[in-house]
């Protein structure tokens, strides 16, 4: 998403300020509900799996999937409530008028996605280009027991290790160089062709697209080896990589 | 500059407080100034293994809500004099406890020029717990060679890398060292017992210490002595070994067999 900004400059360069047009990365949230308790929750949660990641991220909030157009203290009360999780609200998503009104009330500016059309047509790729630019997750530390690690919209790489009692998800294919004596969910949103593949096999569970299996032992053949998990029709098939 | 170290472990029972007075005792005997703090509002421990529970007037929720001042609520140790304790309080609950609390007695240790504070950790991963490791600099996870004791450190593992000050400001997080306590070659050699390697694995960490199960530690605290000041047990040995190590030493682990298979490959024949 990071384009070289196009600039307006000043005739002088010794004004006291140059405006500069170019795009940035930003968070979207868009909440299904206005419960300023649920966000917290459900954010702080998110927040505490990839610190890194979120804290003080911006984010841009999108109130399409809301069931009725919200008023300004309820707007305001989400705001306060993404900032006390650790994001920070900077605008509103583009929508319907209600929304600009909205947006003027709050004094924050509402924000157009970027649209496809606008760009000159991709040479190559009939794919959305939001979707491309969205890079895997890296995560380098061990994953320790009780914490979860979500890769929305993406494939998740752990270069560490996932003890037992951790989970690891993604809507993608979850990737593992080290031990995983966790879980390991692949295709989060249903993408049948998403895989697990690890490292050293210890897994708790691991599912793709929903379909599950549990390893209350672990077969001898699989122990400690590198293994991948995949969908074939409704079977979950998992299997040493390389025999 | 003050070293604060908490020792944690999340399940009960493993050995936090044994460690916390023996470390502080090894740390202290070395001529360092040493501060050891009871977290456990309401289950207060410390005091008796160190030896001085007949000689708290005031305690850290004391001196958190304003009764008296820190000087007057630490006990100064009888056997060594740069060690000092601070007793939890056995008739309140950990909501006495309140950051901004903890916060000023550290900061008041740190001002009179301790060179280490140890925070003895409640169990659990409760309020207590969450405040002893909150401001800490390293960790010590006591850690029994037992497949819960692994599981619930490295749980604790996961906070200290998350819900800490260091990893808020992200500036390297907190220093995590793994102690193994009640450690029986024998029962390892058998398979009865996971061995340090197979807890190294597993938690992805080095290990400062093996402390071998002991008769002498339950006697030791029965007795209100350290167990680390009875020179002929393994078990003070191992923990002056540790201290040693903490303080930047190395010295090659005791008192552990090298196990003939580890306990993965047995229980899953690879």
């Known amino acids: 998403m990071n384009k070289p900004a196009e600039a307006v400059r000043s005739p002088a360069s010794t004004a006291p300020l140059e405006i500069r047009f170019g795009q940035v990365g930003l968070a979207q949230v868009r909440i299904r509900t206005t419960d300023p308790g649920a966000i917290l929750d459900e954010l702080t949660g998110r927040v505490a799996t990839a610190p890194q990641f979120f804290e003080r991220t911006a984010v841009c909030l999108d109130l399409s999937a809301l069931e009725k157009e919200p008023d300004v203290a309820e707007v305001r009360a989400v705001m306060d409530a993404v900032r006390r999780a650790g994001m920070l609200a900077v605008g509103l998503a583009h929508g319907t008028a209600a929304v600009d009104a909205l947006a003027r009330a709050l004094d924050v500016p509402v924000l157009t996605y970027f649209r496809p059309q606008n760009r000159p047509p991709p040479v190559l790729q009939p794919a959305d280009p939001q979707e491309l630019a969205v890079p895997t997750l890296m995560h380098h530390t061990p994953v320790r027991s009780g914490q979860r690690v979500y890769a929305r919209h993406r494939d998740l790489v752990v270069t560490s290790t996932v003890g037992a009692g951790a989970e690891v998800i993604a809507d993608g294919c979850v990737h593992v160089y080290g031990a995983v004596r966790g879980r390991a969910v692949a295709g989060a949103r249903g993408d049948v062709t998403a895989r697990v593949f690890c490292q050293e096999f210890y897994a708790e569970l691991v599912s793709v697209a929903g379909v599950y299996r549990v390893f209350e032992t672990i077969p001898a053949e699989l122990a400690g080896k590198p293994v991948q998990a995949w969908l074939s029709g409704d079977d979950l098939h998992v299997a040493r990589i390389g025999s | ?270």
């Open chain 2, 1 to 270: 500059m003050t070293e604060i170290i908490v020792v944690t472990s999340g399940k009960g029972g493993v050995g936090k407080t044994t460690t916390s007075a023996s470390l502080a005792c090894g740390i202290a005997r070395r001529g360092k100034r040493v501060a050891v703090i009871d977290f456990d509002i309401g289950l207060r421990n410390l005091d008796l293994i160190m030896g001085c529970e007949r000689r708290v007037v005031y305690d850290f929720v004391n001196v958190i809500q304003g009764d008296c001042t820190l000087k007057q609520a630490l006990i100064k140790d009888k056997r060594i004099d740069t060690l000092y304790v601070l007793a939890a309080s056995q008739t309140r609950d950990k909501d006495a406890l309140t950051q901004e609390g903890v916060r000023r007695v550290l900061d008041e240790l740190t001002a009179d020029g301790f060179d280490y504070i140890i925070c003895d950790s409640p169990a659990g991963i409760e309020k207590g717990a969450h405040l002893a490791m909150y401001f800490a600099d390293r960790a010590v996870v006591v850690v029994n060679p037992e497949v819960s004791s692994v599981r619930d450190s490295d749980r604790i593992l996961g906070l200290l890398a998350s819900k800490t000050l260091r990893a808020e400001q992200g500036n390297g997080g907190v220093k995590e060292h793994l102690l193994l306590t009640r450690y029986s070659p024998k029962r390892v050699a058998s398979g009865e017992m996971m061995s340090v390697d197979d807890v190294k694995e597993i938690l992805g960490l080095d290990v400062i210490g093996v402390v071998p199960e002991s008769q002498d530690v339950l006697t030791a605290s029965n007795a209100g002595t350290p167990v680390i000041l009875n020179e002929q047990s393994d078990a003070a040995q191992a923990y002056e070994d540790a201290v040693a190590r903490l303080l930047g030493e190395s010295k090659p682990l005791r008192f552990i067999e090298e196990p003939k298979k580890g306990f993965f490959a047995r229980m899953f024949g690879g």
